[in-house]
Nanobody
Framework: QVQLVESGGGLVQAGDSLKLSCAASGLTLNRLTMGWFRQAPGKEREFVAAITWRGGIKDYADSVKGRFTISRDNAKNAAYLQMNSLKPEDTAVYYC???????????????????WGQGTQVTVSS
């Protein structure tokens, strides 16, 4: 059974940092592109960051560039999202996602990711 489990969310103040973790079971991440998405109340799910399986190429939404860092640890079968300088507009449920094996495209829309976690809530107060 494939599972992605996010952790690390919480309630913080503007300017604080959080690190989200995504632990995988039932699949090996070293051949999967990993992504983070978020969904705020009343809004559609949006792309936050991705890291490719080959070369570890990273991509970010403009709204988080310079503040968020995506990483992966294939030995631990995990991915991470370090979030610094958090803003109230970062408040959302954050989802970890994994692509099908060997996906090498640069399209990081949600439809490219076949595996999803249940999400973790991040709330940033002003």
């Amino acid at each position: 059974q494939v599972q992605l489990v996010e952790s690390g969310g919480g309630l913080v103040q503007a300017g604080d940092s959080l690190k989200l973790s995504c632990a995988a079971s039932g699949l090996t991440l070293n051949r999967l592109t990993m992504g983070w998405f978020r969904q705020a109340p009343g809004k559609e799910r949006e792309f936050v960051a991705a890291i490719t399986w080959r070369g570890g190429i990273k991509d970010y939404a403009d709204s988080v560039k310079g503040r968020f860092t995506i990483s992966r640890d294939n030995a631990k079968n995990a991915a991470y999202l370090q979030m610094n300088s958090l803003k109230p507009e970062d408040t959302a449920v954050y989802y970890c996602a994994a692509s099908p094996p060997y996906y090498s495209g640069s399209d990081y829309s949600a439809k490219r990711f076949g595996y999803w976690g249940q999400g973790t809530q991040v709330t940033v107060s002003s």
